[in-house]
C-alpha cells in the first residue's frame, strides 16, 4: 500500500464525484430531502387527537372545568359540537372519537351518583380511540378520587430509558445515517465496477503500478468523507429542525468508518459478479433492498412482526443500524461492542474477498 | 538488449476459436514495428498480451526480457501503452491526469511539455468527456509517455480521427523513434505503415501471412512494376496476343505487369501501332496497400498459391 497513490486516486475520485451534478445531489442533499420528508411525518404523529364532545350539562362550571381539564392533558383536543346524532355526525364527517357529557353530570359529581360518559370511537383508527378512552378515564377517575375526597393509592410513573424520552424522530437519525451509509457507496460501486471494465478503467490501471487494494482504499476512504458529511447534516438537521435527541459521541465513529468499508467492498463484490452495467443494476439493487427496508432504517426492528425480526439479524447493516441507537440514543457503547465486532470483522473478509475476486485484466 | 520483443508459437484460443493461432516474430529494440491486418484478425488480442492484460493460451512472449503475464509489476513502469478508443475517468482534466499519472508512476512529468508533444495544450483544462475522439487519443497518447517508457504500445491510434489529428500522432511515433524508443503499432491503414514502420508483419485470421520490411514485403508477394493506360478491354487482349504479357482490364484502364524496363517501349510501340483509342500511360509500383489486399484476399478466397505460380 502506498500512500501517495491512495491519495492521488481519492483527489481525482473526490474531484470527478464534484464535477457530476447528480452524484453530489445523491451524497449530500438527498440526505437533507430525507431527513425532512420523515422529519415532518413523524413529527405529526405527536399531535393531538381531536375528541368532538356533546356537553348535554351545559352550562354547569363542573362540565367546563372537566373539558378544560380533558385539553390540559395534552393527549386531546376537544372540539365543542351541538346537540344531535353524535354518532352520524362523526360518520359523515370521518371524525375518529366523540364523546358525550350527559345531563346531570354536575349533579351527580356534587352528590356521588355514578355517572356514565358516552363515547364513540371509529374501530378503522384504534389509535386515536385509544389515546381519547386513556384521556377521558384518566381526567374521570381524577374527578372521582376528588368527589370522594380521596387520593389514589397507587401511582405509576412513567420513567424514560437513558436520558430522555424518546420520540420517532429519535429513532429516525441513526436509521437514515445507517441507509446513506449503505445506498451511497453501495449504488456506485456496483456501477463503478461494471462501467470501469466496459470501458477498459480497469485494463487502463493495471498497466499502472496502482494496486486494486490501493485503488479500493482511495474509494473507502472518499465514502467515509461522505458519510461523515452527511451523517453531520442529518444530526443538524434533526436536531435543529426536528428537535431529535441524538447526540454526536465518539462511540459514533466506527461506524461512520466501517460502515463505508463493508459497503464499499460489497458493492465491489456485487459489480464483479456482474457481466454487464445492467445486469450490475440488478445484482446491486437485490443486494440492497431487502437490507435498505428491513434492517431499522425507517421504523425500529423491534416493531417488525416475525419472520422479519429474524430476517433483520442476517441483515449486516442490521448491525451498524443497532450499533449507532445505542450509542446515539443511549450512549451505550459497551452495548455496542459486539455491533462493532461483527461489522469489523464482515469488513475485513468482505475487503479482502473484493480484491480477490474483482480482476483487472482478462483471462 | 537485441530485441525488445520476442514472440514463439503465440496461441490464443476461446473454445474452438483460435484468435491467435501460432504467431511468431521479434521486434528490434529502437524499431517501429507495424502490426496490419483487416479488422478480427487477432491485432488487438496479440498487442494484450504483449501488454499483460490478456493471458496467452500457449507459446512464449518476452517484452524486455520480462514476461508480461507473470512479470506485469516489473513490466509495466518500462512500457506505455494507448488502446484501442483511449477512455479515461469521465470528469478529470488532461493536465490533472498527467500529474495523476505521474504519481502513480512516481515520476515527475511536466504536463505543459507532454501536452504540447501531442497538441493537446489548449484542453489542458477540459473536461475528459468534452474532448473529441481524437483529442481523446491524443490524451492517451500523452499519458503513455508519463513514465518515460522504453517500449511504446499503440493499438490503432489513429482509427477514426481526421487527417491533422492523425499526422499529429505520426509526428508524434516518428519523435518516440528518434528518442531511441520501441514502438509496436497496430493499424488497418497501410499508408501509416508503410510511412512509419522499419518492420512490418501482417496477421490474418490469427496467422501471420507476411513479414519483413515493407520493401521486403512488396518485393516477396507482388511488388512489380506495372504500365497502366485508359482504353477498352479489347486493348488489353490486342497487346498480349502481340505481346504474350499478362495485361489486364481494370476499370476502363488496362494494367500491363513489366518484367523489365524495355516493356515499356514495347508496349508503348504496340499500343500507337493498335488503332486502337488510349490515353494517358503512366507507370505504377505496387504499394503495400496492393500487396495487402492480394493476400488477404486470396487468403480469403482460399486459393492461396505458391510463390510464383501466378
Same mark, same amino acid.
Given at each position: 500500500?502506498?500512500?501517495?497513490?491512495?491519495?492521488?486516486?481519492?483527489?481525482?475520485?473526490?474531484?470527478?464525484?464534484?464535477?457530476?451534478?447528480?452524484? %453530489?445531489?445523491?451524497?449530500?442533499?438527498?440526505?437533507?430531502?430525507?431527513?425532512?420528508?420523515?422529519?415532518?411525518?413523524?413529527?405529526?404523529?405527536?399531535?393531538?387527537?381531536?375528541?368532538?364532545?356533546?356537553?348535554?350539562?351545559?352550562?354547569?362550571?363542573?362540565?367546563?372545568?372537566?373539558?378544560?381539564?380533558?385539553?390540559?392533558?395534552?393527549? $386531546?383536543? $376537544?372540539?365543542?359540537?351541538?346537540?344531535?346524532?353524535?354518532?352520524?355526525?362523526?360518520?359523515?364527517?370521518?371524525?375518529?372519537?366523540?364523546?358525550?357529557?350527559?345531563?346531570?353530570?354536575?349533579?351527580?359529581?356534587?352528590?356521588?351518583?355514578?355517572?356514565?360518559?358516552?363515547?364513540?370511537?371509529?374501530?378503522?383508527?384504534?389509535?386515536?380511540? @385509544?389515546?381519547?378512552?386513556?384521556?377521558?378515564?384518566?381526567?374521570?377517575?381524577?374527578?372521582?378520587?376528588?368527589?370522594?375526597?380521596?387520593?389514589?393509592?397507587?401511582?405509576?410513573?412513567?420513567?424514560?430509558?437513558?436520558?430522555?424520552?424518546?420520540?420517532?424522530?429519535?429513532?429516525?437519525?441513526? @436509521?437514515?445515517?445507517?441507509?446513506?451509509?449503505?445506498?451511497?457507496? /453501495?449504488?456506485?460501486?456496483? &456501477?463503478?465496477?461494471?462501467?470501469?471494465?466496459?470501458?477498459?478503467?480497469?485494463?487502463?490501471?493495471?498497466?499502472?503500478?496502482?494496486?486494486?487494494? *490501493?485503488?479500493?482504499?482511495?474509494?473507502?476512504?472518499?465514502?467515509?468523507?461522505?458519510?461523515?458529511?452527511?451523517?453531520?447534516?442529518?444530526?443538524?438537521?434533526?436536531?435543529?429542525?426536528?428537535?431529535?435527541?441524538?447526540?454526536?459521541?465518539?462511540?459514533?465513529?466506527?461506524?461512520?468508518?466501517?460502515?463505508?468499508?463493508?459497503?464499499?467492498?460489497?458493492?465491489?463484490?456485487?459489480?464483479? %459478479?456482474?457481466?454487464?452495467?445492467?445486469?450490475?443494476?440488478?445484482?446491486?439493487?437485490? $443486494?440492497?433492498?431487502?437490507?435498505?427496508?428491513?434492517?431499522?432504517?425507517?421504523?425500529?426492528?423491534?416493531?417488525?412482526?416475525?419472520?422479519?425480526?429474524?430476517?433483520?439479524?442476517?441483515?449486516?447493516?442490521?448491525? +451498524?443500524?443497532?450499533?449507532?441507537?445505542?450509542? /446515539?440514543?443511549?450512549?451505550?457503547?459497551?452495548?455496542?461492542?459486539?455491533?462493532?465486532?461483527?461489522?469489523?470483522?464482515?469488513?475485513?473478509?468482505?475487503?479482502?474477498?473484493?480484491?480477490?475476486?474483482?480482476?483487472?485484466?482478462?483471462? | 538488449?537485441?530485441?525488445?520483443?520476442?514472440?514463439?508459437?503465440?496461441?490464443?484460443?476461446?473454445?474452438?476459436?483460435?484468435?491467435?493461432?501460432?504467431?511468431?516474430? $521479434?521486434?528490434?529494440?529502437?524499431?517501429?514495428?507495424?502490426?496490419?491486418?483487416?479488422? @478480427?484478425?487477432?491485432?488487438?488480442?496479440?498487442?494484450?498480451?504483449?501488454?499483460?492484460?490478456?493471458?496467452?493460451?500457449?507459446? #512464449?512472449?518476452?517484452?524486455?526480457?520480462?514476461?508480461?503475464? *507473470?512479470?506485469?509489476?516489473?513490466?509495466?513502469?518500462?512500457?506505455? +501503452?494507448?488502446?484501442?478508443?483511449?477512455?479515461?475517468?469521465?470528469?478529470?482534466?488532461?493536465? &490533472?491526469?498527467?500529474?495523476?499519472?505521474?504519481?502513480?508512476?512516481?515520476?515527475?512529468?511536466?504536463?505543459?511539455?507532454?501536452?504540447?508533444?501531442?497538441?493537446?495544450?489548449?484542453?489542458?483544462?477540459?473536461?475528459?468527456?468534452?474532448?473529441?475522439?481524437?483529442?481523446?487519443?491524443?490524451?492517451?497518447?500523452?499519458?503513455?509517455? +508519463?513514465?518515460?517508457?522504453?517500449?511504446?504500445?499503440?493499438? #490503432?491510434?489513429?482509427?477514426?480521427?481526421?487527417?491533422?489529428?492523425?499526422?499529429?500522432?505520426?509526428?508524434?511515433?516518428?519523435?518516440?523513434?528518434? *528518442?531511441?524508443?520501441?514502438?509496436?503499432?497496430?493499424?488497418?491503414?497501410?499508408?501509416?505503415?508503410?510511412?512509419?514502420?522499419?518492420?512490418?508483419?501482417?496477421?490474418?485470421?490469427?496467422?501471420?501471412?507476411?513479414?519483413?520490411?515493407? &520493401? &521486403?514485403?512488396?518485393?516477396?508477394? @507482388?511488388?512489380?512494376?506495372?504500365?497502366?493506360?485508359?482504353?477498352?478491354?479489347?486493348?488489353?487482349?490486342?497487346?498480349?496476343?502481340?505481346?504474350?504479357?499478362?495485361?489486364?482490364?481494370?476499370?476502363?484502364?488496362? *494494367?500491363?505487369? /513489366?518484367?523489365?524496363?524495355?516493356?515499356?517501349?514495347?508496349?508503348?510501340?504496340?499500343?500507337?501501332?493498335?488503332?486502337?483509342?488510349?490515353?494517358?500511360?503512366?507507370?505504377?509500383?505496387?504499394?503495400?496497400?496492393?500487396?495487402?489486399?492480394?493476400?488477404?484476399?486470396? /487468403?480469403?478466397?482460399?486459393?492461396?498459391?505458391?510463390?510464383?505460380?501466378?
Amino acid at each position: 500500500m502506498n500512500p501517495n497513490r491512495i491519495f492521488a486516486d481519492l483527489v481525482v475520485f473526490a474531484r470527478g464525484y464534484f464535477r457530476n451534478p447528480i452524484g %453530489l445531489f445523491f451524497s449530500l442533499f438527498f440526505p437533507i430531502i430525507l431527513v425532512s420528508i420523515f422529519g415532518v411525518i413523524f413529527s405529526s404523529g405527536s399531535s393531538p387527537v381531536t375528541i368532538h364532545v356533546v356537553n348535554q350539562d351545559s352550562p354547569s362550571n363542573t362540565s367546563i372545568q372537566f373539558l378544560s381539564d380533558l385539553n390540559k392533558t395534552g393527549a $386531546v383536543n $376537544v372540539e365543542l359540537t351541538s346537540d344531535g346524532d353524535l354518532s352520524g355526525f362523526l360518520a359523515s364527517n370521518s371524525y375518529p372519537v366523540g364523546l358525550i357529557i350527559p345531563k346531570g353530570f354536575a349533579a351527580a359529581l356534587a352528590n356521588h351518583t355514578p355517572i356514565a360518559l358516552t363515547m364513540y370511537g371509529n374501530p378503522q383508527d384504534p389509535t386515536s380511540v @385509544g389515546i381519547a378512552e386513556s384521556a377521558v378515564a384518566t381526567v374521570g377517575n381524577d374527578y372521582s378520587y376528588r368527589a370522594a375526597n380521596s387520593t389514589p393509592i397507587v401511582f405509576l410513573q412513567v420513567h424514560p430509558v437513558g436520558s430522555t424520552l424518546f420520540t420517532s424522530i429519535d429513532y429516525l437519525v441513526p @436509521g437514515l445515517i445507517g441507509f446513506s451509509i449503505l445506498t451511497s457507496p /453501495m449504488f456506485s460501486m456496483v &456501477e463503478i465496477s461494471a462501467s470501469y471494465r466496459k470501458d477498459g478503467l480497469f485494463r487502463q490501471l493495471s498497466l499502472t503500478p496502482l494496486t486494486k487494494g *490501493e485503488w479500493l482504499t482511495a474509494k473507502i476512504l472518499w465514502y467515509i468523507v461522505l458519510t461523515f458529511i452527511s451523517a453531520g447534516v442529518m444530526v443538524g438537521m434533526g436536531v435543529f429542525v426536528f428537535h431529535a435527541h441524538v447526540t454526536l459521541v465518539v462511540g459514533l465513529l466506527p461506524f461512520l468508518i466501517l460502515g463505508p468499508v463493508f459497503f464499499v467492498a460489497l458493492g465491489m463484490l456485487a459489480g464483479s %459478479l456482474a457481466k454487464t452495467v445492467e445486469t450490475a443494476a440488478v445484482i446491486g439493487n437485490v $443486494v440492497t433492498f431487502p437490507m435498505m427496508f428491513l434492517s431499522g432504517t425507517f421504523f425500529p426492528v423491534a416493531l417488525f412482526p416475525e419472520p422479519w425480526r429474524t430476517v433483520a439479524h442476517y441483515l449486516p447493516l442490521f448491525y +451498524v443500524i443497532d450499533g449507532m441507537d445505542r450509542v /446515539m440514543l443511549f450512549n451505550n457503547l459497551a452495548g455496542a461492542l459486539p455491533d462493532i465486532a461483527f461489522i469489523a470483522v464482515a469488513s475485513v473478509l468482505t475487503f479482502i474477498a473484493a480484491v480477490l475476486t474483482f480482476r483487472w485484466r482478462a483471462e | 538488449m537485441p530485441n525488445a520483443i520476442e514472440v514463439h508459437g503465440l496461441k490464443k484460443t476461446y473454445g474452438d476459436l483460435a484468435a491467435v493461432d501460432g504467431v511468431d516474430f $521479434v521486434v528490434p529494440t529502437g524499431r517501429v514495428f507495424a502490426f496490419l491486418g483487416p479488422n @478480427g484478425a487477432g491485432k488487438t488480442t496479440t498487442v494484450e498480451i504483449l501488454e499483460g492484460v490478456r493471458k496467452r493460451s500457449e507459446g #512464449e512472449v518476452r517484452v524486455l526480457g520480462l514476461d508480461p503475464w *507473470e512479470d506485469g509489476a516489473r513490466l509495466h513502469p518500462q512500457v506505455g +501503452v494507448i488502446p484501442q478508443e483511449f477512455r479515461f475517468f469521465e470528469k478529470i482534466h488532461p493536465d &490533472e491526469a498527467i500529474h495523476y499519472y505521474g504519481v502513480l508512476f512516481g515520476t515527475s512529468p511536466d504536463p505543459e511539455k507532454l501536452l504540447r508533444l501531442v497538441g493537446l495544450s489548449d484542453k489542458a483544462t477540459a473536461k475528459f468527456d468534452t474532448l473529441s475522439g481524437g483529442q481523446k487519443q491524443k490524451l492517451g497518447l500523452a499519458l503513455a509517455l +508519463v513514465n518515460d517508457p522504453k517500449v511504446c504500445f499503440l493499438d #490503432e491510434p489513429t482509427t477514426g480521427l481526421d487527417p491533422q489529428a492523425r499526422r499529429a500522432i505520426w509526428d508524434v511515433i516518428r519523435q518516440l523513434r528518434s *528518442e531511441g524508443r520501441t514502438v509496436f503499432l497496430t493499424t488497418h491503414y497501410l499508408e501509416e505503415a508503410e510511412l512509419l514502420a522499419d518492420q512490418v508483419a501482417i496477421i490474418h485470421h490469427g496467422k501471420i501471412i507476411a513479414s519483413g520490411t515493407p &520493401e &521486403e514485403i512488396i518485393a516477396a508477394h @507482388g511488388g512489380r512494376e506495372r504500365l497502366t493506360v485508359e482504353g477498352p478491354p479489347s486493348l488489353a487482349q490486342y497487346l498480349n496476343q502481340r505481346l504474350g504479357v499478362a495485361a489486364r482490364a481494370v476499370d476502363g484502364r488496362v *494494367e500491363v505487369p /513489366m518484367r523489365e524496363r524495355g516493356d515499356a517501349l514495347k508496349v508503348l510501340t504496340a499500343l500507337e501501332a493498335s488503332g486502337i483509342p488510349w490515353q494517358r500511360f503512366a507507370t505504377a509500383h505496387d504499394t503495400l496497400e496492393d500487396v495487402f489486399v492480394a493476400l488477404v484476399g486470396k /487468403m480469403d478466397d482460399g486459393v492461396l498459391k505458391a510463390e510464383g505460380a501466378a
